[in-house]
């Protein structure tokens, strides 16, 4: 299954707008782009999320 970036940065409540801004950098989640349409993998976007926890100690 593939997100829309509206779609992707809803689940990461996100504007879309720093999506875009991520990709211009390549940065963030890993996305395909089909000419002018991008999407997001839903299970590399969820991987992606994973990779971002940052263990604090206790």
Request: aromatic fraction near 8%.
């Amino acid at each position: 299954m593939n997100l829309t970036p509206e779609e992707a940065a809803e689940r990461l409540r996100i504007p879309a707008k720093t999506l875009a801004n991520w990709r211009h950098k390549r940065v963030g989640p890993p996305f395909r782009k089909f000419g002018r349409r991008v999407l997001y993998p839903l299970d590399q976007l969820e991987q992606w999320e994973r990779d971002q926890t940052i263990e604090t100690r206790k």
